[in-house]
């Protein structure tokens, strides 16, 4: 009696074996749930951050001075300022309006941000005030030498929470997703500010707030004077280009742009090699403060230090009202 030969059909010749193929074995299975759990953690933190960040109470709840008054640009309308202060920390920090206001006799408003939310949300401010109000006779903006210099070191707190408080949701996440790490940080941190907050009470900065509106913009930190530099890397030369596309962006018949460059201390490591490089670039000199004028990071001012540097940007205004 002749066998015929066993066929194997196509199907079960090519069928994998178990936990090979399109199946998951039961000790991949594991793995791939903790792969995704690794997604979801930040994510989860991340989505859970966001309105936190959009409280009210966020701005004081993160201890933050600087967040304080970071929707200050965005709720005013129909103040008309003459002239309209804008540019990073060194400014808001350093220029008194009421003190411009007191030597050129024009209304001022300073509506500089921190630099990492000049960087991350652009001028937005700015564009969204000047929509707002009449144009300013006089625009000035000034910045410290690391903005001149477009240094790109700058995903940080204050400017991730203006991203997510005045960008729509899409435009924030889009941004946050190109810097996972840091954005997953700053969840972390805007979630673990709140709950001490809640446990421990915001930090006080009552007296802060009140300088700030008493000088319409300006704040000084609660902060001793240095005595020393604290930032030993030196300053890069400006990127002139950035400058130059600034100014004619925001020139016109209405409006005067000056750009300045912020003061440094004595102590800075390079001040001397780097003023030259400015030239052409800022409207003034780079100016050169004794180091006790600073009082964080060597470059935000003490009150002497702001009453200095506001008489002379009122002086500057003033010379380049005559000189037109």
Known sequence: MVHEPT???PAAAAAPEAGQGG???????????????LLLIPAFFLL?????????????????PFLLNADY???????????VIYGDSSAITGIDPTIIERITGLKTCNIAQARSALEIAGMHALDLYLQNNAAPR???????????????????????TLLVRHKSLPVALAMMMSHPVKSYEFSIWAIKMRLQALLDGPVDFSATEQTFKAKRGLLLLPK?????????RAVAPPVSSWTRQVRAEYSSGRTRVIINVGPVPDCTVNAAAIAPTLAGVTDNTLPIYPVDL???????????????????????????????
């Open 48 to 64: 859970a951050s966001i309105p936190i960040v959009r409280s009210a109470a966020f701005p004081v709840a993160s201890g933050d």
């Open 294 to 324: 600073f009082c964080d990071l060597d470059r935000h001012l003490t009150p002497r230090g702001s009453e200095r540097l506001s008489r002379e940007i009122g002086e500057q205004i003033m010379a380049n009202a005559a000189g037109r």
């Open 224 to 232: 001793p004077a240095q005595t020393s530099c604290v930032n030993q």
């Open 73 to 83: 640009p965005y709720g005013l309308k129909h103040v008309d300022c003459a002239i």
């Open 138 to 160: 006089y625009l000035l903006l000034q910045f410290t030498p690391e903005t001149l210099a477009r240094d790109r070191d700058f995903f940080w707190p204050e400017g991730l």
């Open 7 to 9: 066929v194997i059909p």
């Open 23 to 37: 199946t998951i074995s039961g000790r991949q299975l594991p793995h791939r749930i903790y792969a995704l759990l």
